[in-house]
């Protein structure tokens, strides 16, 4: 069992700033304020501003098998390595993880500081605000209006998807090779999916703060698509409804560390 000194190095928490963002699909023709999406669809619908009142940190990388491992005390990853992303991950595992991350910080020794934090996973907005970075190109990579390149090529400094690999090897692939985004966020696109809090539902209309998603539905949601995933699902603004009891080798998550009010 790792020391919470180790486990915390591990997670690389980084600082996601208070502040607000245009949400939702991007599919809004040449003049507007956003870069047009063709692969946008009616499930990523509306355009909403959403605004995070209290900043908050979140794992830098997504949660690695030596870290899962070390909270939960076994591994159900199929690809397995230490550095790997932790994934073939249900969803109610995800959640244990942070229950019982919450539970190791409270007994700790040491910094007290760290019990004035407890562990979850993201909600989708504040997925979606992390992942953008400012941004409202399909993807968090610089925009140039002049390049005219694929999709796909836009994608391969920053993910890994079904198109972009290395040869001869299956994914997941290690954390953080890849450039991060301008919030110091490695591999938001591809590697693997990530599970957020919420239900799969309709986007509320108008302006929203801090909002935690519906109260009841039948699928979990996923994001950030995976490393057998198709360029378009790698998008910022993609969504995927999983039941929440599925898992696969393409399925893992990020936590995020918010201050007790």
């Known amino acids: 069992e790792a020391s919470l000194e180790a486990l915390m190095e591990e997670l690389a928490l980084v600082r ?6 245009t949400l939702g699909r991007s599919s809004i023709g040449p003049g507007a304020s956003e870069e047009a ?35 939960m005390g076994d591994n159900p990853s199929v690809a ?6 932790a994934n073939n991950i249900r969803f109610h595992q995800a959640q244990e993880f942070c229950r019982r991350l919450n539970a190791i910080v409270l007994t700790a ?23 953008r970075a400012g941004t409202r190109a399909p993807i968090s990579a610089a925009s140039d209006p002049n390049n005219r390149r694929p999709f796909p090529f836009l994608l391969e400094p920053i993910a890994w998807f079904e198109t972009h690999r290395v040869e001869n090897e299956e994914g997941p692939y290690e954390r ?20 957020v809090s919420d239900w799969f539902g309709d986007y509320p209309a108008g302006p929203v703060v801090d909002p935690q998603g519906p109260v009841s539905g039948s699928y ?22 999983f ?7 393409g399925l893992g998550f990020r936590a995020v560390r918010t201050r007790n009010l």
């Not at 996601?16 to 963002?21: A, C, L, R």
């Not at 619908?45 to 209290?54: K, L």
């Open 37 to 71: 999406d063709p692969d946008a669809d009616v499930t990523q619908e509306p355009v909403r501003d959403f605004e995070i009142s209290i900043g908050h940190w979140m794992t830098s990388l997504e949660v690695s098998q030596r870290a899962y491992e070390s909270v």
């Open 109 to 131: 020794d040491g910094d007290s500081d760290w019990r004035n934090y407890y562990f979850r996973l993201p909600t989708e907005d504040e997925w979606e605000y992390a992942a």
């Open 243 to 249: 039941p929440p009891a599925i898992c696969y080798e």
């Open 80 to 85: 397995v390595r230490e550095n790997l992303p």
């Open 220 to 241: 979990r949601i996923g994001r950030g698509g995976s490393w057998i995933s198709y360029p378009q699902c790698l998008r910022s603004v993609f969504r995927a409804g």
């Open 176 to 195: 953080g090779q890849l450039v991060p985004n301008a919030f110091g966020l490695y591999d938001c696109h591809g590697n693997v999916g990530e599970w």
């Open 16 to 21: 996601i700033p208070y502040g607000s963002q």
